[in-house]
């Protein structure tokens, strides 16, 4: 098995368990238009401070960090469309310590994704599935 299958095997498992979609657009086919846009999930922002109370960590540690000032992180607290940039979004996964499968949800929610072929999804992936959240050997 190579490097990159073992990186995502967890992934591909939980994915290749459920019916294509179904994770990310459960029960759907049953529902009209605005049944379907009503039952819309959470947004990255949301997502990101349901996650930031559950870590027990204050706001100020966390964009300390994520490396952003206070300012950023007022704009991302006070704006619910927020939809940062990959490394901004991967920068709170770490800070946050998720672990794969979560850190993929969040961004998902700001709409990104993580890529096999790319190589910076690939490290992030090797560093989060083995627990190494201090990339810098701090």
């Known amino acids: 098995m190579n490097t990159r299958?073992?990186?995502?095997?967890?992934?591909?498992?939980r994915a290749l368990s459920q019916p294509q979609g179904a994770?990310?657009?459960p029960d759907i086919a049953g529902k009209n238009l605005s049944e379907t846009v009503g039952s819309a999930g959470q947004t990255f922002q949301e997502k990101l401070f349901e996650l930031i109370?559950?870590?027990?960590?204050?706001?100020v540690t966390v964009y300390k960090k994520v490396n952003i000032d206070r300012k950023v992180f007022s704009r991302i607290r006070s704006k619910r469309d927020y939809k940062?940039?990959?490394?901004?979004?991967?920068?709170?996964?770490?800070?946050?310590?998720?672990?794969?499968?979560?850190?993929?949800?969040?961004l998902a929610r700001?709409?990104?994704?993580f890529?096999?072929?790319?190589?910076?999804?690939?490290?992030?992936?090797?560093?989060?599935?083995?627990?190494i959240y201090d990339m810098f050997g701090r």
């Open 53 to 59: 109370d559950k870590s027990g960590m204050d706001d």
């Open 5 to 13: 299958s073992v990186l995502f095997e967890e992934e591909r498992r």
């Open 110 to 113: 700001a709409e990104i994704a």
């Open 84 to 106: 940062p940039k990959k490394k901004t979004a991967v920068a709170f996964a770490i800070a946050l310590e998720l672990d794969l499968p979560t850190t993929i949800d969040l």
């Open 115 to 131: 890529s096999q072929s790319n190589l910076f999804d690939l490290i992030i992936a090797y560093f989060i599935t083995h627990g």
């Open 23 to 25: 994770e990310i657009f």
